[in-house]
T-cell receptor
Framework: GAGVSQSPRYKVAKRGQDVALRCDPI?????LFWYQQALGQGPEFLTY????????KSGLPSDRFFAERPEGSVSTLKIQRTQQEDSAVYLC???????????????FGPGTRLTVL | GQQVMQIPQYQHVQEGEDFTTYCNSS?????IQWYKQRPGGHPVFLIQ???SGEVKKQKRLTFQFGEAKKNSSLHITATQTTDVGTYFC????????WGAGTKLIIKP
C-alpha cells in the first residue's frame, strides 16, 4: 500500500513569507508526528496528533509554527514569517497505534526540505 | 529529562570491515528502536528491542540491548556500499527520543 507522502518535497521561501507543508499519513494510522531535522542531526520532535487531537506541541520552536489535522488524516504544518533558522527538512511520520505510538515503529515520509533565503 | 547519546558521530571503514555504533541512555528504556537513513532519504525502521540482554540479527546486522536496558549497539559485519547511511537509535517516550546518529562512510 501507499506509504506516507509529503508535499512539496522542496520549498524555497523568502524570509518573512508564510509556508504550508502537507503530510498524508498511511490510511488508518492513528498517530502522526512532525519532526524537524537539521543537517547532520537526528530528528527533533515538533508535535504529535492522535487522530485529530493535537496532544503534544511542546517541540514547536515558536508561536510562528502551527500544525493541524482537522479530520484525523491529512496534516498541515504552517510556518509564519519564516526565518533563516527555519531552514531544515521537515519530516512527518505516522504509526497505526495511539498512545504516542509507543512500542511501534514509525513510518516516515520523504520530508520537505525548506530553504529560507 | 531522558537523553539518548550515540557514539561515534562518524565511522570511516574500508568496504569489508566491520562497523559498530553505540547508544546510551541516562534512564532505563522500555524498548529501543533502530533506524537507518540513507543520504538524502528518510529514516527507515530496522528493528525494535524490548527484552533485557536481547540480541537480534538481520543478515549482517546484529543488534543488542544491554542487561540494564540503558544501552544498545548495532554491529555490521563486512560492510558493503549498500550499508552507507546514518544509523539512529531512538528511545521510547511520548515521542521518540533520538540519538544524533552515527554516519557510516565507506572509504574509497
Amino acid at each position: 500500500g501507499a506509504g506516507v507522502s509529503q508535499s512539496p518535497r522542496y520549498k524555497v521561501a523568502k524570509r518573512g513569507q508564510d509556508v504550508a507543508l502537507r503530510c498524508d499519513p498511511i490510511s488508518g494510522h492513528v498517530s502522526l508526528f512532525w519532526y524537524q531535522q537539521a543537517l547532520g542531526q537526528g530528528p527533533e520532535f515538533l508535535t504529535y496528533f492522535q487522530n485529530e487531537a493535537q496532544l503534544d506541541k511542546s517541540g514547536l520552536p515558536s508561536d510562528r509554527f502551527f500544525a493541524e489535522r482537522p479530520e484525523g488524516s491529512v496534516s498541515t504544518l504552517k510556518i509564519q514569517r519564516t526565518q533563516q533558522e527555519d531552514s531544515a527538512v521537515y519530516l512527518c511520520a505516522s504509526s497505526p497505534v495511539g498512545n504516542g505510538g509507543q512500542g511501534h515503529e514509525q513510518f516516515f515520509g520523504p520530508g520537505t526540505r525548506l530553504t529560507v533565503l | 529529562g531522558q537523553q539518548v547519546m550515540q557514539i561515534p558521530q562518524y565511522q570511516h571503514v574500508q568496504e569489508g570491515e566491520d562497523f559498530t555504533t553505540y547508544c546510551n541512555s541516562s534512564t532505563t528504556l522500555s524498548n529501543i528502536q533502530w533506524y537507518k537513513q540513507r543520504p538524502g532519504g528518510h529514516p527507515v525502521f530496522l528493528i525494535q528491542l524490548v527484552k533485557s540482554g536481547e540480541v537480534k540479527k538481520q543478515k549482517r546486522l546484529t543488534f543488542q540491548f544491554g542487561e540494564a536496558k540503558k544501552n544498545s549497539s548495532l554491529h555490521i559485519t563486512a560492510t558493503q556500499t549498500t550499508d552507507v547511511g546514518t544509523y539512529f537509535c531512538a528511545g521510547p517516550h511520548y515521542q521518540l527520543i533520538w540519538g544524533a546518529g552515527t554516519k557510516l562512510i565507506i572509504k574509497p
